[in-house]
């Protein structure tokens, strides 16, 4: 494995991951910021809930169409400078989004956002991983996406706060500053590396084969898993028989548990990188029976929604990991394309939970979702016996790193 990438301080690396991850946090709470805010956006803007909540559909679409052409157009600038863009972008079309004096704008605004959203998901993984040697890449993937679990349990409950408390506006201002600091910190911190030169940018083991897999693998994991994710307050009231008052606390123990689940993959994610693939999703298919079995006992239900929760988050560092391992044209194009199929699986596996509610009740979402997973394992397990055995060149590589970082990275 190659350990070429810039020379970066450890601590600096370090501060950059953080922001890096506060920034994945924010464009999920802003993405679902709306969803919060139905109550309070509706009437100030004289529309429809349905309306409101549109601007939430129309951002998801956006991020599916334009991750690999942004991906194209940028291909040739700096890493820095594209992430800047991206959060700077995002603060003041955020900001655009808080002062809009009508819905027209404020869904023009969310366009935009999304477009930064879209590009910053395709920059970021290799950008960040290429930051830190190849022996703990994985690990760094995993804290980037702890962002990523937070915002829906953490960010959204706190936008939605701040919105009760005051107006909806200065939730959406409240992201749009703390944007604006995190690009000076990119600005600031980040080093001055060509997309194509050393680093992450390039995959120590590319193959078409194996990347064609990993994009099966990506859209019916997701796809599996988010009927649950879109349904999952339904569940726990019709099925499981909580109230309405028990769902935050709910939420955040799944919330919770997948940030446990993140930074747990990520102590195997280097070494065992087939291994941490295989065992969350048999993990997410045992998490998704138990809640078809089981889902009608309140503390059943409560025990397997924290471990989809600790599961399904594994699912974002593996995918995005595997992506360095092995995208045959470069990890930028090759993260694009999985940031787009992952939003194909996102929008295929809400609306098959939607048509599975509205045809047989919301227990079925469970069954059909673990269904859909088995699948994605199976095509994961054909890729590794019909394949030279990656994980056995991985670990190779990563106690090569090791042995010269002198015993372990830090």
Known sequence: ??????????????????????STFLFVTVEQLP??????????????????????TVYALVVLVTSVPLAHLTRHLQRRWVLAACAGVAAVATLWAALTPSYEQLMAARVVTAMAQALFWVAVVPATAGLFPPG??????????????????????????????????????????????IMVVVIVLFPAVSPRSGGASEAPFPSMRRYVSLMVVTVLAVTGSFGMITFVTQFLIDVAGFSQSDLPVLLLLQGGAGVVGAVTVG???????????????????????????????PVAAVAFLALFGFSFSTVPPVLSHRVLLISPRGTNMGQAISSSLFNLGIAGGSGLGALLVSLVGV????????????????????????????????ERGVGEVLAEDGGGAR
Do not use: H
């Open 1 to 22: 494995m190659s350990t070429a990438g810039p020379a970066v301080d450890p601590r600096r690396a370090t501060v950059i991951l953080l922001a890096m991850a506060s």
């Open 35 to 56: 969803a919060g805010l139905l109550t309070l956006m509706a009437p100030d803007l004289d529309r429809t809930t349905a309306a409101i909540g549109l601007l939430v």
């Open 267 to 297: 102590r195997f994610l280097d070494r065992r990188p087939v291994g941490a693939l295989l065992v969350g999703m048999i993990v997410l298919v045992v998490a998704l029976v138990g809640l078809w079995t089981l889902g009608s006992w």
């Open 136 to 181: 703990v890449r994985g690990r760094a993937m995993a804290r980037l996406a702890i962002g990523n679990s937070l915002g829906p349990v953490l960010g959204v409950p706190a936008g939605t706060w701040l919105g009760e408390a005051t107006s909806w506006r200065w939730s959406f201002a409240a992201v749009a500053a703390v944007s604006a600091v």
């Open 363 to 394: 227990r079925s979402v469970p069954l059909v979702g673990a269904g859909i997973v088995v699948l994605a394992l199976a095509v994961a397990l054909w890729e590794e016996r019909t394949n030279p055995p990656i994980g056995s060149l991985v």
